[in-house]
């Protein structure tokens, strides 16, 4: 059955500091999608990135990058040079291709960036 | 890109009766829709799985006969919590399946309060 876990339940940081949001998960499949995606308090989910399982190069994207190790079965998010703006809740959420697509979703990590 | 409209964002309802969420993809057909259920400071727990034209597939655990599912067409989806209680009082979002980069696209979500 997949399975993520994000260990870190809250982090707390001050302005312009990296910080990395950790994700291990679980799968049988050798086909699988994982995702990162940002809840603000309005409660929306915002994509930020999707890979899937034969991808393993690492990508960034402006502040944000992302480290995925099929060894380790991780896909940790690290922001660089935090702001205020990026306090919400990250998730980070797998699929299997062979398990009618469904989204399993992590504990979730609270982030917060204080000025 | 995709849009998912989900109505209403926000509803008050009596104890006993019953609410209905409806969730629209708008410019794409959604074959496949999820819904989520998510308590406070808590993750979004996957409650059901619909496919147009056939029966919701649920979670363990979740109440088919309560959480009434129906997806009769390929750009509508409705979620009905029957006979609501205070415990039924949580954020519910739906997610459909796309084709695109994203894989998924969510709905703004309903936040449900019952009374």
């Known amino acids: 059955a997949q399975k993520v876990t994000q260990a870190q339940t809250e982090i707390s940081v001050v302005e312009k500091e990296d910080v990395t949001l950790d994700c291990v998960y679980e799968?049988?499949?050798?086909?699988?999608?994982l995702f990162w995606y940002k809840q603000p308090p309005s409660g929306e989910l915002v994509f930020l990135i999707r890979?899937?399982?034969?991808?393993?190069q690492n990508e960034i994207s402006g502040r944000y990058s992302w480290n995925f190790q099929k060894s380790t079965s991780s896909f940790n998010f690290t922001i660089t040079a935090s702001q205020v703006v990026d306090s919400a809740v990250y998730f980070c959420?797998?699929?299997?291709?062979?398990?009618?697509?469904?989204?399993?979703f992590g504990t979730g990590t609270r982030l917060q960036v204080f000025p | 890109g995709a849009v998912v409209s989900q109505h209403p964002s926000r509803v008050i309802c009596k104890s006993g009766t019953s609410v209905k969420i409806e969730c629209r993809s708008l410019?794409?057909?959604?074959?496949?829709m999820f819904w989520y259920r998510q308590f406070p400071k808590q993750s979004l727990m996957l409650m059901a799985t619909s496919n147009e034209g056939s029966k919701a597939t649920y979670e363990q655990g979740v109440e088919k006969d309560k959480f009434l599912i129906n997806h009769a067409s390929l750009t509508l989806s409705t979620l009905t919590v029957t006979s609501a209680h205070p415990e039924d009082s949580s954020f519910y979002i739906c997610?459909?399946?796309?084709?695109?980069?994203?894989?998924?696209?969510f709905g703004s979500g309903t936040r449900l309060t019952v009374v």
């Open positions: 799968t049988r499949d050798t086909t699988y999608y």
């Open positions: 997610s459909a399946r796309d084709l695109g980069i994203h894989g998924y696209t």
């Open positions: 410019d794409f057909q959604a074959t496949t």
């Open positions: 890979r899937n399982s034969f991808d393993e």
């Open positions: 959420a797998l699929s299997e291709a062979g398990n009618t697509d469904k989204l399993i």
